[in-house]
């Protein structure tokens, strides 16, 4: 199971409407890797679920093609093909006369499955999903939360094992705590199942979290860059991604960004952490202990092992000399090289030093105790606003 996944390939893919000037998709080409996530983001009339419905016929192309595992959609039946690719909707779509078994099972049983395999496909992808099957196969979609039935959505598009899933705005239609849940039990879900992926959504810091690749696209359809989200971030293509991204797309780039992919400084035999202390793995992202910096006043993080060890500290130095080197390595949307934080306002260092190795200069002076470093140096090289004053 879940070894079935296939490459997509977008080819010069149009859409245009009778009665319409303009077309609402205009020359689409992207690939998207087999066992990928790939998001499709932009403005109102950017053309996102218009794309998606292309590549299941559910509306026709009115140019180009579409390949699923290297043979063209137009060879196949649409409903057959329909029926190898999974598909999500935000309004979820359960069938309220089934019960939960019997939505998630309405793929195989079209497919004519034997009982006994679409029972054994049942229970194994409620197990998958966090539900429990001698409790829930049972019900009726108006007995779980709203989650819940997003989840059931979830395995009923993946019950016959497509090679492609479709995810419409999955999500947009759940409160922000358990969007956030579902988004995280997904890409869970995803490291599992290995599928490939086209998510339409129209928020870019979820495009960033749940794609390997995302695709920007104008009003009209048109793409304006297909990229890994560090890339977007790091190095978006022209004016319109960059404002799209936002202007925060530096912070947003240290969610992707764990404090195993930072050179940390040395604990110097700093022993195991006391319970309550303020500590950190090194899967913590940047952008979570940037908050929990910022929240103790700039105080170092500790960062230990599962076994409370600590293996080094975290600083505000050595997070603005990962903002630094991504600004460095990006520049401006028009190609103006960033500006060194000093520039803006940012108290100075001595000549040569960066920020990371005055706080490796403070964390020796101060021992191996990371309290023993005040609020007032780690603030000295938090980033500045541009009249001097830290953030």
């Not at 490459?7 to 609402?24: C, D, H, I, N, T």
């Not at 419905?53 to 093609?65: A, C, E, T, V």
Request: include cysteine; charged fraction near 20%; hydrophobic fraction near 40%.
């Amino acid at each position: 199971m879940f070894a079935q996944a296939a490459e997509l390939e977008l080819r010069s893919v149009s859409k245009r409407y009778a009665g319409q000037r303009e077309p609402a998709i205009r020359e689409l080409s992207l690939t998207v890797p087999a066992g990928e996530v790939c998001v499709l983001v932009g403005p109102s009339g950017s053309g996102k679920t218009t794309a998606m419905r292309l590549i299941n016929r559910m509306i026709p192309l009115s140019g180009g093609d579409v390949l699923l595992g290297g043979r063209s959609v137009l060879e196949r039946e649409p409903r057959e093909l329909r029926r190898e690719i999974g598909y999500v909707i935000q309004q979820i779509g359960l069938f309220p006369h089934l019960t939960v078994g019997e939505n998630v099972a309405t793929v195989p049983r079209l497919l004519r499955w034997p009982k006994a395999r679409v029972a054994a496909r049942v229970r194994e992808l409620l197990q998958l999903i966090g539900l429990d099957p001698d409790e829930m196969a049972g019900r009726y979609p108006a007995q779980l939360s709203g989650g819940q039935r997003q989840r059931v959505g979830v395995a009923r598009a993946l019950a016959a094992d497509p090679p492609l899933m479709l995810m419409d705005e999955p999500f947009g239609a759940i409160d922000p705590i358990n969007r956030a849940h579902l988004q995280d039990e997904f890409l869970r879900l995803q490291a599992t199942v290995n599928k490939t992926v086209v998510f339409v959504t129209h928020d870019i810091d979820e495009a960033i979290k749940m794609g390997d690749r995302i695709a920007i696209l104008r009003e009209g359809g048109v793409l304006a860059q297909y990229d890994t989200p560090t890339n977007i971030l790091t190095h978006p293509a022209d004016d319109f991604v960059a404002q799209f991204v936002g202007a925060d797309r530096a912070l947003k780039r240290l969610s992707l960004t764990t404090l195993a992919d930072l050179q940390l400084i040395a604990p110097n035999g700093a022993p195991p952490q006391p319970a309550g202390e303020r500590t950190v793995t090194r899967e913590t992202t940047v952008h979570d202990a940037l908050s929990m910096l910022l929240a103790a006043g700039g105080k170092p993080l500790a960062v230990t092992n599962g076994n409370g060890t600590v293996e080094g500290l975290v600083t505000l130095g050595l997070v603005e000399q990962l903002l630094s080197e991504d600004g460095a390595a990006g520049g401006s949307a028009n190609g103006t090289p960033a500006s060194p934080p000093e520039a803006d306002g940012a108290i100075p260092r001595r000549p040569g030093a960066s920020p990371a190795e005055a706080d490796r200069a403070r964390a020796d002076g101060a021992g191996a105790n990371p309290a023993g470093a005040t609020a007032q140096d780690g603030l000295a090289h938090a980033p500045a606003t541009r009249d001097g004053s830290p953030r």
